[in-house]
């Protein structure tokens, strides 16, 4: 998952983003009793080193700080951009947990640095 942030504590944000989304969603899979995606996560849990049973979350953070409003403008595509590399759509506006219509479809600007930018 990539997303933009901005925080004071970033490290301890996605800890507690990471630990409050897998807690719902293994609860969710083993209320359902989804099996199959439960057993794929216990077996991605076996190379790590944590008391959970599940590992939904890759370990680590790798923040990128982003300086200029080119970068972020750059940030912004690639976010945009990866559903369609990856397959799983074939056009970014049709990817449904993006941004994209937000930024395209209302025209929404950013604010970066006390700049307003308008995302292309």
């Known amino acids: ?3 933009i942030l901005q925080s004071d504590n970033l490290s ?3 800890q507690h983003l990471k ?3 897998a807690k719902k969603i293994i609860n969710f899979l083993q209320q359902k009793n ?5 057993e794929q996560l216990a077996f991605y ?3 790590h080193k944590n008391q959970t049973h599940y590992q939904l979350w890759q370990e680590g953070c790798h923040p990128k700080i982003i300086s200029t409003v080119g970068m972020m403008r750059q940030k912004i595509q690639y976010i945009h951009d990866n559903p369609v590399k990856r397959g799983y759509v074939d056009l970014s506006e049709h990817w449904r947990y993006s941004s994209y219509r937000n930024y395209f479809d209302t025209g929404l600007e950013v604010v ?3 700049i307003e930018v ?3």
């Open 34 to 38: 989804i099996k199959t995606i439960l």
């Open 112 to 114: 970066f640095d006390g």
């Open 118 to 120: 308008v995302v292309w």
């Open 45 to 47: 849990k076996k190379s």
């Open 1 to 3: 998952m990539h997303f």
């Open 12 to 14: 301890k944000d996605i």
């Open 19 to 21: 630990f409050f989304t």
